[in-house]
């Protein structure tokens, strides 16, 4: 998803150059993200962190010019356009409302919120805004969903239920996706992008299951969502 009341800063400038800051120095940014944004036009210049040891480390292994010991000196450095916020999922939307009482557009990893009440909280706040808000789905945008879009969109008409898979694998009990006090369990139902494409529907149910090894550390279902649930092993998509 990604909500957009104005024109972007970086869109206003004679270039589309833009500098990102990210909030914390998270695996996905580190492995992931940052090396992304690097083989654009763009540049990450700022990173900060709870540990500034391990910020520092970071910055030096991926040449980021600016390290800050808080989340909140990042936000108000000027020479930062976006931020990209992979925070735990329970400080996603704080921290990208933050990001936006400071002028910056914000990048945020899934699930942005971490239920559907939040969700249309966050959107009424980044709506009396001029900041672009959008939600990093990696798949979203890939060619081969685009492709199964087009698939649908020739050879099937009238679908009236669409049920997708979303798994990964953990290796430890005390990860912090297991975490429900930090809002972890939550994650975006795959079917959040044939929704768009296949209508409004008029039900989204899921069903989560999470293990190690042969023990069931928790479970979960959740009906007419459209954000939210637990990390996502099965989504239905109905009509009425």
Same mark, same amino acid.
């Given at each position: 998803m990604h909500w957009r009341t104005g024109t972007p800063k970086f869109l206003t400038r004679r270039s589309s150059y833009m500098r990102f800051g990210i909030l914390s120095t998270a695996n996905i940014g580190v492995k992931h993200v940052i090396p992304a944004i690097k083989r654009t036009d763009h540049e990450v210049t700022a990173i900060s962190s709870r540990n500034p040891s391990r910020a520092r480390q970071v910055a030096e292994k991926c040449d980021i010019r600016e390290v800050?010991?808080?989340?909140?000196?990042?936000?108000?450095?000027?020479? $930062?356009?976006? $931020?990209?916020?992979?925070?735990?999922?329970?400080?996603?939307a704080e921290w990208t409302k933050r990001a936006v009482d400071n002028g910056r557009d914000v990048l945020c990893e899934k699930p942005l919120t971490a239920d559907t009440d939040e969700a249309h909280d966050l959107r009424s706040y980044v709506k009396s805004t001029?900041?672009? $808000?959008?939600e990093g789905l990696m798949y979203a945008y890939h060619p081969r969903t685009e492709r199964a879009l087009e698939l649908v969109s020739e050879y099937l008409?009238? $679908?009236s239920s669409v049920t997708a898979?979303?798994?990964?694998?953990?290796?430890r009990t005390d990860d912090i996706r297991l975490d429900a006090v930090a809002?972890?369990?939550?994650?975006h139902a795959p079917a959040d992008r044939r929704v768009g494409k296949l209508g409004h529907p008029g039900r989204i149910e899921t069903e989560s299951l999470c293990r190690h090894g042969d023990v069931a550390l928790c479970a979960g279902r959740a009906d007419d969502i459209l954000i939210g649930g637990l990390d996502t092993l099965v989504a239905g998509w109905r009509q009425p």
């Open positions: 800050y010991e808080s989340y909140e000196s990042l936000l108000s450095d000027s020479d $930062v356009d976006a $931020v990209y916020n992979p925070l735990p999922n329970g400080l996603h001029d900041c672009l $808000v959008m008409s009238g $679908v898979r979303f798994s990964f694998h953990l290796d809002g972890e369990l939550c994650s």
